[in-house]
């Protein structure tokens, strides 16, 4: 699911390259020592098939379950999609 970095602002696929992602807070740094659980953002850029196709691959590898990633929005491109998916992934520091 998508959240807008601002609250109850409308989130815009029109140009993702003009799009501002504000860093949220945890992102934060890391501890000073130790592993931790740090968020990383995935997108995908292509045709909707080619978006489910990897989607698919990367939960039959384990990755990720199909319903963590966002519903394929238009980039605006024709035949472009992109889908986003952040996860917590463990980090040693």
């Known amino acids: 699911m998508i959240t807008p970095s601002v609250q109850d ?3 815009s696929t029109a140009s993702p390259a003009a799009s501002s992602f504000a860093m949220p807070q945890s992102f934060a740094p ?9 968020p ?3 997108m995908l ?10 989607i698919r691959v990367l939960h039959k590898r384990g990755y990720a379950e199909p319903n963590d990633w966002s519903q394929p929005m238009s980039t ?11 996860k917590r992934v463990k980090v040693n520091s």
């Open 76 to 86: 605006g491109r024709p035949n472009e999609v992109m889908a986003i998916l952040t």
């Open 45 to 54: 850029f292509g045709s909707l098939r080619a978006v489910q196709s990897t």
């Open 30 to 38: 890391p501890p000073p020592s130790g592993a931790y659980q740090a």
């Open 9 to 11: 602002a409308p989130a």
């Open 40 to 42: 990383i953002r995935h």
